[in-house]
């Protein structure tokens, strides 16, 4: 699937908020994906974490672009209520032609409970907090094993906040959205993040899961991006 006009829409959005260059990397290495591996014609789209905030990027009116190019299904979920109502808001005035399904609920319950055979799926629910990152590496899996029996063959999942191995991050204290303190943390295991279990699974044992991609280098954070063989 060729996204390149959905993927300069969003670039151009994010120049004019904030300039995230990561978030544009890691959509240029979800449209290689998507160029080379994704062969369906009509999207139907989860995410789970419901995108809201301009600064950090907004991932899901990329993905809610390609949803729209193909006249596909879009739903998002979250279990912040104001969180949500932002989303709503924030796709509204982006998005004004795209029917966004927005749900308030634990993204688990959601995914286990979601009727339906979604193609691309961005897991992105649980904040990692690196000084204490299992939580959300558990969330994450756990959301991967929610959905991933019902997604067909060549479906898509990405799954945000991972750091590689030799990686060094400068590490924000947020207090009242200020930051307050830093610190430098340097990635000692082969990957620390949401999709850390995934991307173990994926790789090391029998799965009908692979990772796709040629982005796994350390120095930034990257989208573990998987699909359904």
């Not at 290495?29 to 905030?53: R, W, Y």
């Not at 279990?79 to 808001?89: M, P, Q, R």
């Not at 897991?123 to 690196?130: A, G, I, V």
């Not at 799954?159 to 303190?181: A, F, G, H, P, R």
């Amino acid at each position: 699937m060729n996204t390149y006009n959905e993927l300069e829409e969003y670039k151009t959005f994010i120049e004019k908020h904030g300039g995230n260059q990561e978030r544009i990397h890691q959509s240029e290495s979800l449209f290689n994906c998507l160029n080379k591996d994704f062969l369906f014609d009509k999207v139907i789209c989860i995410e789970t974490g419901a995108s809201q905030n301009k600064k950090d990027g907004c991932f899901g009116l990329y993905l809610g672009k390609i949803v729209e190019s193909t006249s596909g299904e879009f739903y998002s979920v979250d279990i912040n209520e104001k969180i949500l109502t932002d989303s709503i808001i924030f796709y509204t005035e982006f998005l004004p032609n795209l029917p966004v399904t927005s749900v308030m609920e634990d993204s688990i319950n959601y995914l286990t409970n979601f009727k339906g055979s979604p193609n691309l799926v961005h897991l992105d629910s649980w904040d990692l907090d690196l000084k204490n990152p299992v939580p959300s590496m558990l969330h994450g899996w756990l959301e991967f094993q929610a959905i991933k029996d019902k997604m067909p063959s060549g479906s898509i999942i990405i799954i945000d906040d991972n750091y590689l191995k030799d990686t060094w991050v400068e590490w924000n204290y947020l207090k009242d959205e200020e930051i307050y303190n830093q610190e430098i943390i340097n990635i000692a295991y082969d990957i620390v993040g949401k999709g850390s279990l995934v991307y173990h699974y994926c790789q090391s044992y029998e799965s009908d899961w692979k990772i796709i991609g040629e982005h796994y280098l350390p120095g930034s954070r990257i989208k573990v991006i998987v699909q359904k063989k």
